[in-house]
């Protein structure tokens, strides 16, 4: 049972336009949602979190929603670099636990 | 801050032989969750500790077990190794819980472990 979604495996973008990796979950008792970034043969790097109770966290160039109600999260980078190009994973937790429940990744491709 | 260590960053096994993987957390961090990403499977969660204790298993078969030392440091073993065992194996750490979730989990550069 995959509770945690990513139904695109791969993304194509210009370099200076928006990026935007989606997530889908089914677990309602989450209670935080992570995004990380991962290169081959290393490890995942962290990109933003947002808790369960907001909609929306900046990081300079990196925005997450979360839509509760359709169980929904979204990564958006603005503008998108060439260095963003990378395999980008969510992944989601539950209170009490730091077990993290990873979707199955997308790749980015920025080109110039 | 040193980061998360993992070693040896590469090993390659024989069917059959077992396999211990170490994980030294951040300094200060207690909690070491260990995950194991394969091509097929994606990223896929393996053990949580804390303070020494198991608190979460993933679903994986008795072959493999994990521990964490009173200085944190975390190892997992696999024991009659099988080909499908082959992939990179991921360690985190965090401070303590909850903390993680604002700042993310670090994780380590990871072992690859081919098995032949």
Redesign the interface.
């Known amino acids: 049972d995959q509770q945690v979604k990513q139904n695109s495996p791969s993304l194509s973008v210009q370099e200076g336009r928006i990026s935007i990796l989606n997530c889908d979950y089914t677990n309602s008792m989450f209670d935080y949602f992570l995004w990380y970034k991962k290169y081959p043969a290393e490890g995942p790097t962290f990109l933003i979190s947002i808790s369960s109770i907001k909609d929306k966290n900046e990081d300079g160039r990196f925005t997450v929603f979360l839509n509760k109600s359709a169980k929904h999260l979204s990564l958006h980078i603005v503008p998108s670099q060439p260095g963003d190009s990378a395999v980008y994973f969510c992944a989601a937790t539950t209170y009490n636990t730091d077990k993290l429940i990873f979707g199955t990744g997308t790749r980015l491709q920025v080109f110039p | 801050k040193a980061g998360?260590t993992q070693t040896p960053r590469y090993l390659i096994k024989t069917r059959g032989q077992q396999v211990t993987l170490s994980c030294s957390p951040i300094s200060g961090h207690r909690?070491v969750?260990w995950?194991q990403q394969t091509p097929g499977q994606?990223?896929?969660?393996l053990f949580?500790y804390?303070s020494e204790t198991q608190?979460?298993k993933?679903n994986f078969p008795g072959r493999f077990s994990g521990r964490q030392f009173s200085n944190s440091r975390s190892e997992m073993n696999v024991s009659t190794l099988e080909l499908g065992d082959s992939a990179?194996y991921?360690c985190?750490s965090?401070p303590p819980?909850?903390v993680?979730?604002?700042?993310?989990?670090?994780?380590?550069?990871?072992t690859?472990l081919t098995v032949v």
């Open positions: 998360v909690s969750s995950y994606g990223l896929q969660f949580e804390f608190r979460n993933g990179l991921l985190a965090s819980t909850g993680g979730k604002n700042y993310g989990y670090t994780f380590g550069s990871g690859r």
